[in-house]
Protein backbone atom coordinates (compact mmCIF):
# COMPACT_ATOMS: atom_id res chain seq x y z
CA UNK A 1 0.00 0.00 0.00
CA UNK A 2 1.58 3.62 -0.86
CA UNK A 3 2.41 5.78 2.35
CA UNK A 4 2.05 8.85 2.19
CA UNK A 5 3.61 11.18 4.46
CA UNK A 6 0.53 13.71 6.25
CA UNK A 7 -0.97 14.10 9.58
CA UNK A 8 -3.40 11.81 9.87
CA UNK A 9 -6.53 11.49 12.23
CA UNK A 10 -5.99 9.43 15.34
CA UNK A 11 -7.37 5.85 14.80
CA UNK A 12 -10.24 7.28 17.20
CA UNK A 13 -11.00 9.69 14.98
CA UNK A 14 -11.24 7.93 12.16
CA UNK A 15 -13.08 5.08 13.41
CA UNK A 16 -15.67 7.43 14.71
CA UNK A 17 -15.42 8.89 11.00
CA UNK A 18 -16.42 5.65 9.67
CA UNK A 19 -18.98 5.38 11.62
CA UNK A 20 -20.51 8.74 11.56
CA UNK A 21 -20.28 9.24 8.16
CA UNK A 22 -22.31 5.91 7.50
CA UNK A 23 -25.13 6.97 9.53
CA UNK A 24 -25.30 9.81 6.71
CA UNK A 25 -25.34 8.17 4.18
CA UNK A 26 -27.86 5.97 5.19
CA UNK A 27 -29.74 8.78 6.78
CA UNK A 28 -30.37 10.73 3.55
CA UNK A 29 -31.66 7.60 1.78
CA UNK A 30 -33.87 6.39 5.17
CA UNK A 31 -37.49 7.09 4.04
CA UNK A 32 -36.93 5.80 0.15
CA UNK A 33 -37.98 2.48 -1.36
CA UNK A 34 -36.42 0.52 -4.06
CA UNK A 35 -38.43 2.27 -6.83
CA UNK A 36 -36.87 5.63 -5.97
CA UNK A 37 -33.53 4.42 -5.05
CA UNK A 38 -32.95 2.13 -8.89
CA UNK A 39 -35.43 5.38 -10.35
CA UNK A 40 -33.18 7.13 -13.25
CA UNK A 41 -34.30 10.39 -12.29
CA UNK A 42 -31.18 12.68 -14.40
CA UNK A 43 -29.34 10.98 -17.11
CA UNK A 44 -25.89 12.50 -15.66
CA UNK A 45 -26.49 11.01 -12.19
CA UNK A 46 -26.32 7.51 -11.22
CA UNK A 47 -29.28 5.76 -9.80
CA UNK A 48 -28.94 6.16 -5.97
CA UNK A 49 -28.86 2.14 -5.24
CA UNK A 50 -25.38 2.28 -7.58
CA UNK A 51 -24.07 5.18 -5.19
CA UNK A 52 -24.50 2.82 -2.43
CA UNK A 53 -23.36 -0.40 -3.93
CA UNK A 54 -20.44 1.66 -5.28
CA UNK A 55 -19.41 3.49 -1.87
CA UNK A 56 -18.98 -0.29 -0.42
CA UNK A 57 -17.22 -1.90 -3.13
CA UNK A 58 -14.82 0.91 -2.92
CA UNK A 59 -14.56 0.38 0.61
CA UNK A 60 -13.80 -3.16 -0.04
CA UNK A 61 -11.34 -2.45 -2.43
CA UNK A 62 -9.38 -0.20 -0.80
CA UNK A 63 -9.38 -1.34 3.00
CA UNK A 64 -10.27 -5.39 2.07
CA UNK A 65 -8.28 -5.90 -1.11
CA UNK A 66 -4.85 -4.97 -2.62
CA UNK A 67 -6.85 -1.45 -4.34
CA UNK A 68 -7.18 -3.72 -7.83
CA UNK A 69 -10.70 -3.01 -9.58
CA UNK A 70 -11.65 -6.75 -9.42
CA UNK A 71 -13.32 -8.83 -11.55
CA UNK A 72 -17.24 -7.52 -11.59
CA UNK A 73 -17.23 -4.13 -13.07
CA UNK A 74 -20.57 -3.01 -12.01
CA UNK A 75 -19.28 -0.43 -9.44
CA UNK A 76 -16.40 0.90 -11.73
CA UNK A 77 -17.29 4.42 -13.22
CA UNK A 78 -14.84 4.11 -15.89
CA UNK A 79 -16.53 0.42 -17.05
CA UNK A 80 -20.22 2.19 -17.21
CA UNK A 81 -21.27 6.03 -17.68
CA UNK A 82 -23.60 7.05 -15.25
CA UNK A 83 -26.68 7.13 -18.32
CA UNK A 84 -26.09 3.59 -18.33
CA UNK A 85 -25.98 2.78 -14.83
CA UNK A 86 -29.48 2.32 -14.36
CA UNK A 87 -29.13 -0.93 -17.26
CA UNK A 88 -26.83 -2.86 -14.84
CA UNK A 89 -28.01 -5.56 -12.61
CA UNK A 90 -28.24 -3.72 -9.35
CA UNK A 91 -29.40 -5.01 -5.67
CA UNK A 92 -32.45 -4.10 -4.10
CA UNK A 93 -31.64 -1.86 -0.88
CA UNK A 94 -31.90 -4.52 1.45
CA UNK A 95 -29.47 -6.40 -0.44
CA UNK A 96 -27.12 -3.57 -0.69
CA UNK A 97 -27.13 -2.47 3.00
CA UNK A 98 -26.69 -5.85 4.16
CA UNK A 99 -23.28 -5.67 1.31
CA UNK A 100 -22.29 -2.32 3.22
CA UNK A 101 -22.65 -3.67 6.53
CA UNK A 102 -21.00 -6.53 5.72
CA UNK A 103 -17.69 -4.87 4.20
CA UNK A 104 -17.76 -2.70 7.31
CA UNK A 105 -17.43 -4.92 9.96
CA UNK A 106 -14.45 -6.80 8.12
CA UNK A 107 -12.87 -3.92 7.67
CA UNK A 108 -13.42 -2.67 11.94
CA UNK A 109 -12.26 -6.22 12.06
CA UNK A 110 -9.12 -5.54 10.56
CA UNK A 111 -8.95 -1.87 11.25
CA UNK A 112 -5.31 -1.50 12.33
CA UNK A 113 -4.07 -2.94 9.60
CA UNK A 114 -4.78 -0.19 6.78
CA UNK A 115 -3.11 2.83 6.17
CA UNK A 116 -4.88 5.80 7.91
CA UNK A 117 -4.23 8.49 4.88
CA UNK A 118 -6.29 5.44 3.17
CA UNK A 119 -8.81 5.14 5.54
CA UNK A 120 -9.48 8.83 5.32
CA UNK A 121 -9.31 8.72 1.36
CA UNK A 122 -12.80 6.08 2.09
CA UNK A 123 -14.05 8.57 4.49
CA UNK A 124 -13.81 10.99 2.07
CA UNK A 125 -14.96 9.41 -1.03
CA UNK A 126 -18.33 8.09 0.72
CA UNK A 127 -18.87 11.72 1.79
CA UNK A 128 -18.51 12.88 -1.68
CA UNK A 129 -20.81 10.49 -2.88
CA UNK A 130 -23.11 11.63 -0.27
CA UNK A 131 -23.01 15.29 -2.16
CA UNK A 132 -24.14 12.94 -5.54
CA UNK A 133 -26.48 11.96 -4.10
CA UNK A 134 -28.24 15.15 -2.79
CA UNK A 135 -27.38 16.55 -6.63
CA UNK A 136 -30.00 13.80 -7.11
CA UNK A 137 -32.29 13.83 -3.85
CA UNK A 138 -33.02 17.68 -4.91
CA UNK A 139 -34.43 16.22 -8.37
CA UNK A 140 -36.29 14.04 -6.59
CA UNK A 141 -39.90 14.46 -6.36
CA UNK A 142 -41.89 14.77 -3.54
CA UNK A 143 -37.93 14.22 -1.42
CA UNK A 144 -38.20 16.17 2.06
CA UNK A 145 -35.53 16.13 4.08
CA UNK A 146 -35.45 13.45 6.39
CA UNK A 147 -37.08 13.93 10.03
CA UNK A 148 -33.98 12.19 11.62
CA UNK A 149 -31.55 14.60 10.05
CA UNK A 150 -34.56 17.82 10.81
CA UNK A 151 -33.97 17.04 14.29
CA UNK A 152 -29.90 16.65 14.31
CA UNK A 153 -30.17 20.08 12.78
CA UNK A 154 -32.09 21.44 15.25
CA UNK A 155 -29.92 20.34 17.55
CA UNK A 156 -26.88 21.84 16.09
CA UNK A 157 -25.77 25.49 16.17
CA UNK A 158 -26.80 26.08 12.91
CA UNK A 159 -28.55 29.27 13.77
CA UNK A 160 -27.94 32.12 11.28
CA UNK A 161 -25.79 35.57 12.91
CA UNK A 162 -27.40 37.64 10.45
CA UNK A 163 -25.24 40.85 10.28
CA UNK A 164 -22.45 39.93 12.67
CA UNK A 165 -20.33 39.11 9.57
CA UNK A 166 -20.81 41.98 7.32
CA UNK A 167 -19.54 43.95 10.45
CA UNK A 168 -16.50 41.86 10.98
CA UNK A 169 -15.86 42.23 7.10
CA UNK A 170 -15.88 46.22 7.26
CA UNK A 171 -13.66 46.24 10.26
CA UNK A 172 -11.19 43.99 8.87
CA UNK A 173 -10.08 45.21 5.34
CA UNK A 174 -7.00 46.99 5.25
CA UNK A 175 -5.98 45.69 1.35
CA UNK A 176 -9.77 46.87 0.24
CA UNK A 177 -10.03 49.92 -1.98
CA UNK A 178 -13.77 49.80 -2.24
CA UNK A 179 -16.52 48.18 0.32
CA UNK A 180 -17.57 45.25 -2.09
CA UNK A 181 -13.84 43.91 -3.14
CA UNK A 182 -10.29 42.82 -1.34
CA UNK A 183 -7.48 43.76 -2.80
CA UNK A 184 -4.15 42.15 -3.38
CA UNK A 185 -1.01 42.54 -4.77
CA UNK A 186 1.17 41.18 -6.86
CA UNK A 187 3.15 38.38 -5.79
CA UNK A 188 4.43 35.10 -5.04
CA UNK A 189 1.28 33.44 -2.81
CA UNK A 190 1.71 30.05 -1.59
CA UNK A 191 -0.87 27.97 -2.96
CA UNK A 192 -1.76 24.28 -2.50
CA UNK A 193 -1.38 21.22 0.39
CA UNK A 194 2.07 20.96 1.84
CA UNK A 195 2.57 17.15 3.26
CA UNK A 196 2.66 17.22 7.58
CA UNK A 197 -0.61 19.25 7.35
CA UNK A 198 -4.22 17.52 7.31
CA UNK A 199 -5.18 15.10 4.83
CA UNK A 200 -5.18 16.28 1.29
CA UNK A 201 -6.17 14.75 -2.19
CA UNK A 202 -3.21 13.79 -4.49
CA UNK A 203 -3.90 16.91 -6.76
CA UNK A 204 -3.60 19.34 -4.06
CA UNK A 205 -0.17 18.47 -3.10
CA UNK A 206 1.89 20.18 -3.04
CA UNK A 207 2.57 23.44 -1.87
CA UNK A 208 4.08 25.83 -3.94
CA UNK A 209 4.70 29.45 -4.49
CA UNK A 210 2.81 30.87 -7.10
CA UNK A 211 3.02 34.39 -9.18
CA UNK A 212 -0.25 36.43 -9.13
CA UNK A 213 -0.60 39.38 -10.22
CA UNK A 214 -2.75 42.28 -8.77
CA UNK A 215 -6.22 41.15 -8.22
CA UNK A 216 -9.24 42.23 -6.40
CA UNK A 217 -12.32 39.61 -5.49
CA UNK A 218 -15.39 40.00 -4.18
CA UNK A 219 -16.17 40.20 -0.41
CA UNK A 220 -19.15 38.18 -1.43
CA UNK A 221 -20.69 35.27 -3.60
CA UNK A 222 -23.27 36.84 -6.29
CA UNK A 223 -26.64 36.37 -4.72
CA UNK A 224 -29.72 35.37 -6.57
CA UNK A 225 -31.02 38.76 -6.21
CA UNK A 226 -28.50 39.97 -8.63
CA UNK A 227 -28.56 36.95 -11.01
CA UNK A 228 -31.82 38.06 -11.15
CA UNK A 229 -31.55 41.32 -12.07
CA UNK A 230 -28.93 40.32 -14.56
CA UNK A 231 -32.14 37.87 -16.26
CA UNK A 232 -34.31 40.57 -16.13
CA UNK A 233 -32.33 42.92 -17.84
CA UNK A 234 -31.79 40.53 -20.73
CA UNK A 235 -28.47 38.77 -19.88
CA UNK A 236 -29.54 35.71 -21.68
CA UNK A 237 -30.40 37.55 -24.75
CA UNK A 238 -27.24 39.34 -24.87
CA UNK A 239 -24.68 37.99 -26.86
CA UNK A 240 -21.82 40.36 -26.37
CA UNK A 241 -21.10 38.96 -22.69
CA UNK A 242 -20.95 35.22 -23.91
CA UNK A 243 -18.23 33.21 -24.91
CA UNK A 244 -18.34 31.34 -28.02
CA UNK A 245 -18.76 28.24 -26.33
CA UNK A 246 -21.13 29.66 -23.87
CA UNK A 247 -23.28 30.77 -26.91
CA UNK A 248 -23.54 27.92 -28.25
CA UNK A 249 -24.38 25.96 -25.55
CA UNK A 250 -27.10 28.29 -24.88
CA UNK A 251 -28.33 28.06 -28.50
CA UNK A 252 -28.56 24.22 -28.14
CA UNK A 253 -31.37 24.42 -25.36
CA UNK A 254 -35.00 23.34 -26.24
CA UNK A 255 -37.60 26.10 -26.39
CA UNK A 256 -38.83 24.94 -23.29
CA UNK A 257 -34.92 26.20 -20.94
CA UNK A 258 -36.28 29.46 -19.08
CA UNK A 259 -32.83 31.05 -19.48
CA UNK A 260 -32.81 30.95 -15.71
CA UNK A 261 -30.62 29.06 -12.97
CA UNK A 262 -31.76 25.23 -12.95
CA UNK A 263 -34.90 24.80 -11.34
CA UNK A 264 -35.88 28.36 -10.99
CA UNK A 265 -39.47 29.28 -12.91
CA UNK A 266 -41.45 32.01 -13.17
CA UNK A 267 -44.80 32.37 -10.86
CA UNK A 268 -46.24 36.11 -11.95
CA UNK A 269 -42.74 38.06 -11.22
CA UNK A 270 -41.22 36.25 -8.86
CA UNK A 271 -38.76 32.95 -9.08
CA UNK A 272 -39.62 30.07 -7.62
CA UNK A 273 -37.80 26.31 -7.12
CA UNK A 274 -38.57 23.44 -5.53
CA UNK A 275 -35.86 21.69 -4.53
CA UNK A 276 -36.33 19.58 -0.88
CA UNK A 277 -39.76 21.21 -0.42
CA UNK A 278 -42.26 22.23 -2.23
CA UNK A 279 -42.50 25.04 -4.68
CA UNK A 280 -41.57 28.34 -2.83
CA UNK A 281 -39.77 31.36 -4.07
CA UNK A 282 -36.06 31.96 -4.33
CA UNK A 283 -34.01 33.38 -1.15
CA UNK A 284 -32.82 36.13 -3.35
CA UNK A 285 -30.41 37.19 -0.69
CA UNK A 286 -28.51 34.02 -0.85
CA UNK A 287 -25.98 33.23 -3.30
CA UNK A 288 -26.97 32.07 -6.57
CA UNK A 289 -26.78 28.15 -7.22
CA UNK A 290 -27.40 25.83 -10.16
CA UNK A 291 -25.88 27.66 -13.08
CA UNK A 292 -23.23 26.31 -14.65
CA UNK A 293 -19.46 27.73 -15.60
CA UNK A 294 -20.86 29.11 -19.09
CA UNK A 295 -23.14 31.33 -17.10
CA UNK A 296 -21.07 31.96 -14.51
CA UNK A 297 -18.24 33.06 -16.96
CA UNK A 298 -21.42 35.07 -18.64
CA UNK A 299 -22.69 37.05 -15.23
CA UNK A 300 -19.46 37.81 -14.85
CA UNK A 301 -18.47 39.45 -18.05
CA UNK A 302 -21.23 41.48 -18.26
CA UNK A 303 -20.52 43.01 -14.48
CA UNK A 304 -17.03 43.88 -15.79
CA UNK A 305 -15.41 41.53 -14.03
CA UNK A 306 -14.06 38.24 -14.68
CA UNK A 307 -13.91 34.59 -12.50
CA UNK A 308 -11.73 34.19 -10.37
CA UNK A 309 -8.84 31.80 -10.56
CA UNK A 310 -8.45 29.33 -8.35
CA UNK A 311 -5.26 30.51 -7.03
CA UNK A 312 -6.95 33.71 -6.49
CA UNK A 313 -9.46 32.23 -4.93
CA UNK A 314 -7.28 30.14 -2.62
CA UNK A 315 -5.42 33.41 -1.84
CA UNK A 316 -8.66 34.64 -1.06
CA UNK A 317 -9.86 31.96 1.53
CA UNK A 318 -6.55 32.28 3.26
CA UNK A 319 -6.91 35.81 3.77
CA UNK A 320 -5.80 36.97 7.44
CA UNK A 321 -5.01 40.62 7.62
CA UNK A 322 -3.57 40.48 10.63
CA UNK A 323 -0.59 38.06 9.12
CA UNK A 324 -0.77 40.60 5.89
CA UNK A 325 -1.63 39.12 2.18
CA UNK A 326 1.65 36.68 2.20
CA UNK A 327 -0.36 34.76 5.30
CA UNK A 328 -2.09 32.44 2.97
CA UNK A 329 -1.64 29.15 4.52
CA UNK A 330 -4.51 28.54 5.97
CA UNK A 331 -6.78 25.38 6.32
CA UNK A 332 -9.50 26.79 6.89
CA UNK A 333 -11.04 30.95 6.26
CA UNK A 334 -11.40 31.17 10.26
CA UNK A 335 -8.21 29.49 10.77
CA UNK A 336 -6.63 25.64 11.05
CA UNK A 337 -9.21 24.55 13.30
CA UNK A 338 -12.19 22.10 12.25
CA UNK A 339 -15.61 23.06 11.30
CA UNK A 340 -17.97 23.73 13.86
CA UNK A 341 -22.13 24.86 12.84
CA UNK A 342 -21.37 28.30 13.30
CA UNK A 343 -18.33 29.08 11.14
CA UNK A 344 -19.92 28.04 7.62
CA UNK A 345 -22.98 26.39 5.85
CA UNK A 346 -21.50 23.17 5.06
CA UNK A 347 -22.19 19.43 6.30
CA UNK A 348 -25.66 18.87 4.35
CA UNK A 349 -28.13 20.06 7.34
CA UNK A 350 -29.09 23.12 6.33
CA UNK A 351 -30.51 21.70 3.09
CA UNK A 352 -30.27 25.36 1.26
CA UNK A 353 -28.50 27.99 1.16
CA UNK A 354 -28.38 30.65 3.68
CA UNK A 355 -28.49 34.85 3.41
CA UNK A 356 -24.51 35.55 2.50
CA UNK A 357 -22.91 36.29 5.23
CA UNK A 358 -24.97 34.59 7.75
CA UNK A 359 -22.54 33.07 9.58
CA UNK A 360 -18.99 34.09 10.55
CA UNK A 361 -16.25 32.48 9.08
CA UNK A 362 -13.48 34.29 9.08
CA UNK A 363 -11.60 37.71 8.34
CA UNK A 364 -12.01 38.31 4.47
CA UNK A 365 -14.46 37.50 2.18
CA UNK A 366 -17.49 35.97 3.22
CA UNK A 367 -18.97 31.99 2.21
CA UNK A 368 -15.53 31.25 0.84
CA UNK A 369 -16.29 27.86 2.40
CA UNK A 370 -19.76 26.25 2.16
CA UNK A 371 -22.91 27.79 0.91
CA UNK A 372 -21.98 27.02 -3.25
CA UNK A 373 -19.41 25.55 -5.01
CA UNK A 374 -17.49 28.65 -6.85
CA UNK A 375 -16.69 28.16 -10.53
CA UNK A 376 -13.18 29.62 -10.93
CA UNK A 377 -11.71 30.55 -14.77
CA UNK A 378 -9.09 27.61 -14.41
CA UNK A 379 -9.09 24.27 -16.36
CA UNK A 380 -8.19 21.24 -13.90
CA UNK A 381 -4.69 20.72 -14.29
CA UNK A 382 -1.97 19.48 -12.04
CA UNK A 383 0.27 20.98 -9.92
CA UNK A 384 4.01 20.99 -10.44
CA UNK A 385 5.58 17.59 -9.38
CA UNK A 386 2.11 15.93 -9.17
CA UNK A 387 2.19 11.93 -8.35
CA UNK A 388 -0.83 10.34 -7.98
CA UNK A 389 -1.84 8.79 -4.33
CA UNK A 390 -3.39 5.62 -3.71
CA UNK A 391 -6.36 6.06 -5.95
CA UNK A 392 -4.35 7.22 -9.10
CA UNK A 393 -7.86 7.42 -11.14
CA UNK A 394 -8.92 9.80 -8.44
CA UNK A 395 -7.40 13.22 -10.33
CA UNK A 396 -4.97 12.03 -12.93
CA UNK A 397 -7.67 11.31 -15.65
CA UNK A 398 -9.37 14.42 -15.59
CA UNK A 399 -6.48 16.94 -16.03
CA UNK A 400 -6.50 18.70 -19.00
CA UNK A 401 -9.17 17.44 -20.20
CA UNK A 402 -11.91 20.32 -20.45
CA UNK A 403 -13.35 20.19 -16.51
CA UNK A 404 -13.44 23.54 -14.99
CA UNK A 405 -12.10 24.08 -11.32
CA UNK A 406 -14.66 24.38 -8.73
CA UNK A 407 -13.87 25.57 -5.06
CA UNK A 408 -14.97 25.74 -1.64
CA UNK A 409 -17.49 23.43 -0.95
CA UNK A 410 -21.43 23.95 -0.83
CA UNK A 411 -23.90 23.67 2.08
CA UNK A 412 -24.02 19.48 0.88
CA UNK A 413 -20.50 19.04 1.55
CA UNK A 414 -19.74 17.48 4.74
CA UNK A 415 -16.76 19.64 6.08
CA UNK A 416 -14.59 17.11 6.76
CA UNK A 417 -13.81 17.06 2.76
CA UNK A 418 -13.22 20.28 2.15
CA UNK A 419 -10.80 23.07 2.67
CA UNK A 420 -8.71 26.23 1.57
CA UNK A 421 -7.08 23.90 -0.67
CA UNK A 422 -9.64 21.35 -2.06
CA UNK A 423 -10.33 20.99 -5.67
CA UNK A 424 -13.54 20.21 -7.80
CA UNK A 425 -13.87 20.20 -10.93
CA UNK A 426 -16.69 19.34 -13.37
CA UNK A 427 -17.69 20.13 -17.18
CA UNK A 428 -18.52 23.75 -17.72
CA UNK A 429 -22.27 22.72 -19.40
CA UNK A 430 -23.10 20.79 -16.11
CA UNK A 431 -26.17 22.20 -13.40
CA UNK A 432 -26.90 19.91 -11.47
CA UNK A 433 -24.37 20.73 -8.73
CA UNK A 434 -24.17 23.57 -6.30
CA UNK A 435 -22.51 25.67 -7.79
CA UNK A 436 -22.36 29.27 -8.50
CA UNK A 437 -19.41 32.20 -8.57
CA UNK A 438 -17.68 35.25 -7.36
CA UNK A 439 -16.54 37.78 -9.47
CA UNK A 440 -12.83 39.24 -9.14
CA UNK A 441 -11.28 41.52 -11.51
CA UNK A 442 -7.58 42.77 -12.40
CA UNK A 443 -5.62 45.78 -10.56
CA UNK A 444 -3.78 47.48 -12.76
CA UNK A 445 -0.65 49.15 -11.13
CA UNK A 446 -0.93 47.64 -7.93
CA UNK A 447 2.49 45.81 -6.68
CA UNK A 448 4.08 44.50 -3.87
CA UNK A 449 3.01 45.60 -0.78
C1 LIG B 1 -14.10 15.13 -6.99
C2 LIG B 1 -16.48 15.26 -7.05
C3 LIG B 1 -15.23 15.38 -9.09
O1 LIG B 1 -17.64 12.76 -8.22
O2 LIG B 1 -16.36 12.61 -9.94
C4 LIG B 1 -16.12 10.12 -6.36
C5 LIG B 1 -15.31 12.51 -6.64
N1 LIG B 1 -14.24 10.37 -7.40
N2 LIG B 1 -15.66 8.92 -6.72
C6 LIG B 1 -16.56 12.81 -8.75
C7 LIG B 1 -15.23 11.03 -6.79
C8 LIG B 1 -14.54 9.04 -7.35
C9 LIG B 1 -15.33 13.25 -7.95
N3 LIG B 1 -15.29 14.73 -7.77
FE1 LIG C 1 -16.63 7.11 -6.46
Not at 356 to 373: A, I, N, T
Request: with cysteine; proline share 6%; aromatic share 12%.
Amino acid sequence: MVQVEQRAASAEDLLQALISTRARTLALVAELGDEQLSRVVDPLLSPLIWDLGHIARFEQRWLLEDGAEGQDDTYDPFAHTRAQRSGLSLPTRDECIERMSAVRELVIGRFEQNDPAVIELVIQHEQQHNETMLQLLRQLEGYRPPTALLEQAALSALEPRKGLRAAAARAYRPGARREDWIAFPAGEYRIGAGLGESFAHDNEFGAHSHPIAAFEIAVQPVTAGQYADWIAAGGYEDRTAWSVLGWSWLAAQGQSFSGAPDGWQLEGDTWMHSGFGPLRPVDLSAPVCHINWFEADAFARAHDARLPTEFEWEVGASYDPRVGAAGTARSHPWGDTEWSPGTANLDQLAFGTLPVGSLDQGYGPVDMLGQVWEWTASEFAPYPGFAPFAYVDYSAPFFNAGYRVLRGGSWATRARSVSNHFRNWDRPQRRQLFSGLRLARDIVGFGPA
